[in-house]
């Protein structure tokens, strides 16, 4: 079953233009799922003795999907991996025919989570915390901080950032999307601007194609270092938040709409296909309505 794996991922790579982590993560997710046929002897060929998708059956999966609830998986995960198994029938059944043992089950429902998001003087305090010894990589992390927040981007799209992305004459920054490869331009304020410029006056000069964040080696900074840097930066102020490097796009996008900007514009800027994505953060502002209306009416 791996062969088969790996063509339909090489198929979502180069036909459908997946994003390299969606690839990664359906395949994972594939071969989990054909470990647990193998352990638990099912979906075999009868000819060869070896797990095969044309022997899967619908009661396969939902054993499956039913082992993952007793191990106590997220439903997050839960749903991820039965979305990838259906990608995957579907691919098959497309261009090879047969059933599609996957399409008559629905799909798990998701908890409702709302994104952790710090108040603003937090952030303040987080972009401007002195962490590091070595002053290049403070001025590294200080300058990627504040682009994490001055944007809203992905931690993907931040360490895919080149110099030529990044139009200082107009306070623009082209961001290059891994989902569906679509760019997008997003509005830069002078503060993070000011941080770049320090950084790059620290390394010198550097060619324009080259990576805006690099480690000290001047390699491109790896998403893992990014998490690295703001976990080293939350425990230095003895925040107990819960934040993630992409937090800080949960605070770009609900300190937006805190300050009345409008869910299209923010839409825009976070790259979201769909509004009903972004309007998870009214959610947010709503419970900091309420925080505000808590502590300041006066018979609340």
Known sequence: MVEQVDAFTDYLSAVIGAAANTVKSYRTDLLCFAKFLEEQ????????????????????????????????????????????????????????????????????????????????????????????????????????????????LRVSELVGLDWKDIDEEVGMVRVRSGKGRKDRLVPIGEVALAALRAWRDATGPAPADGPVFTNLRGGRLSPRSVQRIVARRIASLGLDTGLTPHGLRHCFATHLLNHGADLRSIQEMLGHASLATTQRYTQVSIQHLKEVYRRAHPRS
């Open 41 to 152: 002897n099912l979906a075999r060929d009868p000819a060869t003795g070896k797990v095969s998708p044309e022997s899967v059956q619908t009661d396969d999966i939902r054993l499956y999907l039913a082992s993952l609830l007793k191990n106590r998986a997220e439903r997050s995960t839960v749903q991820r991996r039965l979305a990838a198994i259906k990608a995957f029938f579907r691919y098959r059944k497309q261009f090879f025919g047969g059933p599609d043992p996957a399409s008559r089950l629905r799909t798990v429902r998701r908890q409702a989570r709302l994104p952790t998001v710090i108040r603003e003087d937090e952030v303040c305090r987080l972009l401007e915390a002195d962490s590091c010894t070595n002053s290049k990589a403070r001025l590294r992390d200080r300058a990627m901080m504040e682009t994490l927040y001055a944007c809203g």
